[in-house]
């Protein structure tokens, strides 16, 4: 059987291995040993047992691959290299690593909202703090916004955003909606800003503005995770890893990309991840099967967008819904979803 690599075992890198798995000689990579559902991670602030029902052992879910937990260094033509100087052949390889949110600042006040390790700890720090600032208004930064203004109504919670609209990539109701569910609970917000750099417990603006904080959320600066790739293959790295329209690296049929580390313009979200990755796993069979490949279409897909835990918008083109109903259909999602990986 062909040996067939998969790095990452996030959203992307566990629905190939999913469908890898029984067909090949599969082996996951993965920095962490278990699937983690990151679109629930939020809630850990408010709920720190909750991160318990988010993750799922790659082993549960994978009885017929072989589980590496080890961070990759290098790719070589026919060989992953790990970090601890291991190396771990390949026919073909899928590369799931996703991606990571940079910050000026490097202090312990500093948290990131993809992490649930700085959630936990945030948890601790949110407690004894009493203004809060979250520095990016994309979707990311308007959900954390909620949870902490629904859960911890005795602090000063401000968010800063680069541009004049919140979620600006999104519908203007989701919007409007989003704002007026934000102020109606307290929540400062502060547009046309960007954080320049910080100096002790200050941010500063690009305006010149100064703001004191106790703990700082970041939810801007998306960088893919390619820097193992910058040895062989620097030319096929930019905003991640360029791929064609059947997911495959450029000028390498053997490698597949799938999920946030992927160069696709798109919204970054777990659901297009997900259709990724099975889409790369079916291409690559295909290969092996001697079939023809399918070619990935990005398209605008059904975002579930949450405020709380009682309230959320529900977007699908020109189409939305708010209130209490996306707030369950979110519920119902992550339930889903987890209950698929058990």
Partial sequence: MKRVVVIGGGFAGGAAAKKLQGKCNLTLIDTNGFFEYTP?????????????????????????????????????????????GKKVPYDYLVIASGSRYGSIIKERNTFFANRVNHLLLANKKIKKSKKIFIVGGGVVGVELAAELATHYKDKSISLIHSHSNLMERNNNKSREYARNFLEKNGVKIIFDEKIIKAEGKTLIGKSGNKYDYDAVFFTVGITPNTEFMKGNFSSLVSKGLIVNEFLQLIDNPNIFVAGDVANIIEEKTAQSA???????????????????????????????????????????????ITGIIPAILKKCIEKKVMWSFR
């Fill in 274 to 320: 997900q259709i990724h990755g099975k889409l790369a796993a079916h291409n690559l069979l295909a290969i092996l099967d001697g079939k023809s490949l399918k070619q990935y279409k990005s398209k605008k897909r059904v975002m579930v967008i949450s405020l709380g835990g009682y309230s959320g918008i529900l977007e699908y083109k020109g189409f939305v």
């Fill in 40 to 84: 629930g991670i939020l809630k850990v602030l408010a709920e720190p047992n909750h991160y318990r029902k988010l993750h799922v052992r790659h082993s549960v879910y994978l009885k017929d691959a072989k589980i590496i937990r080890g961070e990759v260094k290098n790719i070589e033509k026919q060989g992953v290299v790990l970090k601890d």
